[in-house]
Structures are given as C-alpha cells and as structure tokens.
C-alpha cells in the first residue's frame, strides 16, 4: 500500500484546488491511500471542504496557534513530524508548495521530486525541465519517503461527493519564532482566478500602460475568463505580479488562452503548453507565437480587441 | 553584518533553445551558451547592493560545478564580489547535496546572510535555498522581490499567488531572489580586468565529506509532446467563427 500524506492548501476559510488536483496525481499510485492534512489555528472548515474529495481515506486537522498564516517554516517541521507512517507527502507546485515542500524534504533527508507531470510506476515520475523543453523520467530511491511538488496544469482537480473522516490531532512538534508573517497585499478582483479559469484572456508589452490594459479586462469580462500578463508587462508596471504567467510565474491550463500582443517567449509559452486552444492576436506574422497558436491573427490589437468584445 | 554569501550556478543561457539528445541521455550541451542562472545573478545583485549601503563588509560568491564554472565566477567578480569559491565536481549533485555543501561553507565563513537564486532555468527544481534554510535551522525568505535590513532581522517581500507576502525573518537567513528584486548590472571591461586579480579559491568537492543524500535517478530525457500547427484568420469574423467551430462561445 502507498501511504500519502497530502498538505492542503487554504487561506484559512477556504481550501484551494490545488489541494484536488494533488489528489487526482495520488490516485495514480499502485494501491494509494490518501491522508489530507489541514495545518490552521483553526483547521474545521476547511478539513470538512477537504473530506468531501474523492478518492480521500482520511482527513487530519492539526490545530496550532502558529499555522494562522502559512510559514514553510513552521508547517515543515509539523509535517516532518507526522510523516513517519507515511510513504509520500505531496504538495501542490503552487508558491504555497514550492516554498513547503523543499523545506519538508530536507528535514526528512530527502531531495524532492518537482513539479510531478505523470506518475509512471511507485518510485517513478516525468517531470519538466529547461522551462519546459525537455521531459526528464526520474526515479527516487526506494526505501526512502518521497517528497514531491505535484504540477498542477497537470492534473483534473478530484471530484467530491466523498465524506472521508476527520480526525482531530495536536501538534507536538516544536515550531521556531524566527519566521514571522507582517502582511498580504492582494489585489481582490471578482473575476475568475487565474489558475482555475476555464478561459483566460493575457496581454504582454503592447498594452503600453495600465489604462490600455483596460480593453484586456473588457474582453474578459465578456468572455468570463480570468486575467493574466507576461513577464514584460508586469515588469513594467501595467499589472500586478500575481498575474504573470511562465516558467517563473503561473502554469496554467485553461481550455481557451488569448494571447494578446504578447510574442511568444519560451518562458512564456512553458505556462500555457496544456492550454485547450491557444488565440494569437499579434501584428507581426513572424512572432513566436504563431507557432503554437490554434487559432492566429495579424493585426494590431488596439483595433482588433474592441472589435472582438463588441462582436461577442 | 561582516559577510554575505552568494551562489552562482553555471547553467544554459536563458537564449538557448535546448534540443533532446537522440538517444534520451541528456539535452545536447556541445557548443551551447553557458551563463550564470540568470536568479542567481540577481542574488549577487542585491549583495553588492547591500554592501554598498555599507550594510555587509564582504561578499563571497560560491559555485558548485565543474571547473569551466570558473568563468561564471570570475564574472561575479567583475560584478564587484570580492572572493569566489569554486566547489568542483564534474558528476551532477543533487539539491540536498547542494545544500549541505552550502551548510559546510557556512561553517567555515560564518555569514549573516545567504542569497540564492529562487531556481536555476537547467532543471527548474526550486529546491536549494529552502533546503539549505531547514538544515541550517534558519529562516527563508523565498521569492523575495523586496529586502530590507533592519540590524538583527530583514523584512522581505514575496512574490505569491495571491500577491504580495511581507515576512519578518531573523537573521542569520536564506534569501531567495525573483525576477524583480532588481536589474543586475552590465560589467565594464576595467572590472574585468581587476577580478582576474581577485582570488578565486578551487575545492575538490570530495574534501567536504559530507554525507550524500539517497540519489534522483534521471533515467531518460524527450522532448515535450508538439502542439498541432494551427490556423490563421483574416479578420475579427473569422475569428469569431472558428471559436465558435470549436465550441468555444
Ligand atoms: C529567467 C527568466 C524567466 C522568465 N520568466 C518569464 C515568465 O514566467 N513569463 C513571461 O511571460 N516571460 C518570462 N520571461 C521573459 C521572456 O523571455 C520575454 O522577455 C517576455 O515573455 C516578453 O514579453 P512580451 O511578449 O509581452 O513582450 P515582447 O517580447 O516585447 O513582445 C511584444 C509583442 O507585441 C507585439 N505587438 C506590439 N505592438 C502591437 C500591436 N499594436 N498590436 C499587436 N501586437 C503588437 C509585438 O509584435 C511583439 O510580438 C523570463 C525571462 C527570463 C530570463
């Protein structure tokens, strides 16, 4: 049997479905059986949004006055600490996950696995290297726990309708008070999140400023689709950090990505590889883009986009 | 703070376009651009910035690598570091061999501060500085876009999903760049000049003794499955309709 030890990711009300999309990847081990752990002051209700996964054994609620916000470094040393009837602890590929799940992996003596593409056998998984160019089959040691990032383009979140039991436990672990959170800024916006949209709607650095970004959200808004960026366009300014998308930013997996004066940088595309259907709209017919667009065409956005949002 | 250690990893140039070997040995790296890992360079970046604050009276640049990682270095040199140490190894180590590397130079050097890059472009773990955090028993600040030192502690910015995330770390600590913590600097062919002088110490990586982790086995390498060639459109109406064949509004 394949003990694994998954930790949720949640902002402490709601969990994140990053969390079932770690589950779907799980699954797919020979004879899995799947442990959730919920780290929180108040672990409750996202434990029982947690129990609701299918394919879910059980559900663990650790309760500390340290884990109101999520520091690696005191979640790492609660994991460790329950880690030995475990045989996996996965995490997604978030920045909640790649911040965690190394820190865990050294505690345990391990290296880590990152970013799971597909499971291939109990010790081995692909997973992408050189921002996406190449796929690498790697193998962890047997007779050693295996700590992985789970990436998250990868993989369907996991249905619900499960109703898995929740166990209560204390932590016992020692937590450090060198790590201490100050804030979160966060730019709340109502439309869909980026990592989870079905459609997603990305300007580069031909929008030329934050107001011209605007024509960015009409589209959007008329399409339901989240919002997202290229590095170039976060760099300068037009857009917050949050919506970056690349090998340094979100990897994503909508079903349709529109990709809007943006050239097609392999950093960028290495984030929509999984993409369903990839628009390009772009005024130069030999952008990189057009190489692995669905559906292109040359023109200049500043015509091309109202016209699409009226037309929708 | 007396000193600041920085690593600087040699890896493909972020140009580069890696091709598969034939045979799912490797990516072909014959004749290909090497470069300092473009997060690390900004890692050095800051440290000069905080030395020149007068915040750090020394910083120290480290690789572990095989001996061409010379040439990385002696560009973090130019750079305006002020010694290097080349960690040599010809075979590939692994992430938490990497840090323990780190954590045997940290005894040795004694520094206040370490700054890596969040992860390097070859294999994109984003695993050493986190690593090297929990077995050095000190904090993290991952995915930093902004530092600020404050005597005994840092406050740093981090880029996360959900935004900004301002931590307070106490020092000794590991740092972790992002993109936009800063821009490096253009070295100018003077400086060049004078880190030829500046000392670069060579250290077999066998002399560190320490304690190899249970290996990754990387068994076989391919390239990433190709997306279909598409189709182009004349005209807002032809795009319109070929979402709309798709199913797609
Ligand atoms: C280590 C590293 C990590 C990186 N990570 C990322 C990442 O995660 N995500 C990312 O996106 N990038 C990343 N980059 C940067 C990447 O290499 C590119 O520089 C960036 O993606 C370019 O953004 P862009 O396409 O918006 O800008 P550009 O490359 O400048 O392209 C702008 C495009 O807009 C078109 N255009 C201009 N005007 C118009 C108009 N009026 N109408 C229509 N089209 C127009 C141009 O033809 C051009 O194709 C990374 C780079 C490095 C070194």
């Excluded at chain 1, 609660?78 to 996965?90: P, T």
């Excluded at chain 2, 750079?79 to 180590?93: N, P, T």
Aim: charged share 25%; aromatic share 4%; proline share 5%.
């Amino acid at each position: 049997m394949a003990k694994v030890l998954i930790i949720a990711e949640h902002d402490g009300t709601e969990l994140n479905p990053s969390t079932a999309k770690c589950v779907t990847c799980a699954a797919q081990l020979p004879e899995a059986d799947i442990t959730i752990a919920v780290f929180s002051n108040s672990p409750g209700a996202v434990a029982s949004q947690a129990a609701t996964i299918e394919s879910v054994n059980r559900v663990l609620a650790v309760a500390d006055d340290s884990s109101e916000h999520a520091l690696a470094a005191t979640l790492a040393p609660q994991i460790v600490a329950l880690m030995g009837d475990y045989d996996y602890a996965f995490g997604p590929s978030t920045t909640f996950g790649k911040d965690l799940m190394p820190r865990v992996a050294a505690l345990a003596g391990v290296n880590q696995i990152s970013d799971i593409m597909s499971v291939e056998g109990s010790h081995t998984f692909k997973r992408p290297v050189y921002a996406g160019n190449a796929i690498v089959t790697v193998k962890a040691p047997d007779g050693h726990p295996v700590v992985a990032t789970v990436r998250t383009a990868s993989w369907p979140a996991a249905g619900t309708g499960n109703s898995a039991s929740v166990e209560e436990i204390a932590n016992n672990a020692a937590v450090p008070s060198h790590t201490r959170f100050v804030e979160l800024q966060s730019g709340k916006s109502d439309r869909p999140d980026l990592q989870t949209a079905a459609r997603v709607v990305s300007g580069g650095r031909a929008l030329g400023s934050s107001e011209n970004f605007d024509i960015i959200y009409a589209l959007a808004d008329k399409l339901d689709a989240g919002v997202g960026a290229s590095r170039a366009a976060v760099d300068a300014g037009y857009v917050p950090n949050d919506m970056q998308v690349g090998q340094t930013g979100k990897i994503i997996a909508p079903e349709l990505y529109v990709a809007i004066g943006i050239s097609g940088a392999i950093q960028h595309l290495t984030g929509i590889k999984d993409a369903g259907t990839i628009v390009a709209i772009n005024k130069d017919e030999e952008a990189p883009i057009f190489d692995v667009a669905d559906i292109g065409l040359v023109g200049d956005l500043f015509s091309i986009v109202p016209e699409l949002t009226d037309a929708l | 703070m007396d000193k600041i250690l920085v690593g600087l990893k040699r890896a493909v140039d972020y140009n580069v376009r890696v091709r598969v070997r034939n045979d799912g040995s490797g990516v072909e790296t014959d004749g290909v651009k090497m470069s300092i890992n473009p997060f690390d360079e900004i890692a050095l970046e800051e440290a000069l910035r905080i030395k020149e604050r007068g915040e750090a009276s020394e910083v120290i640049v480290v690789s572990i690598g095989p001996a061409e990682a010379q040439q990385q270095l002696r560009t973090g040199l130019a750079m305006g570091a002020d010694r290097a140490i080349l960690v040599e190894s010809s075979e590939s180590i692994d992430p938490l061999d990497r840090a323990r590397v780190f954590l045997e130079l940290i005894n040795r050097e004694q520094p206040g501060l370490v700054i890596l890059g969040k992860q390097a472009i070859d294999d994109d773990n984003n695993q050493t500085g986190q690593m090297l955090a929990a077995i050095w028993d000190r904090p993290q600040a991952s995915f930093a876009s902004k530092v600020e030192l404050n005597g005994d502690s840092a406050r740093v910015t981090r880029e996360v999903d959900a935004g900004l995330e301002t931590i307070e770390i106490d020092l000794p600590a590991v740092i972790t760049t992002d993109l936009r913590l800063n821009e490096p600097r253009y070295v100018k062919l003077p400086d060049i000049m004078k880190a030829k002088k500046k000392p670069l110490d060579q250290v077999p990586l066998a002399e560190f003794k320490i304690e190899r982790s249970p290996a990754l086995e990387e068994t076989f390498f391919e390239p990433p499955s190709a997306r279909q060639k598409g189709v182009m459109v004349n005209d807002v109406a032809g795009l319109v309709s070929a979402l709309k064949d798709k199913g797609l509004i």
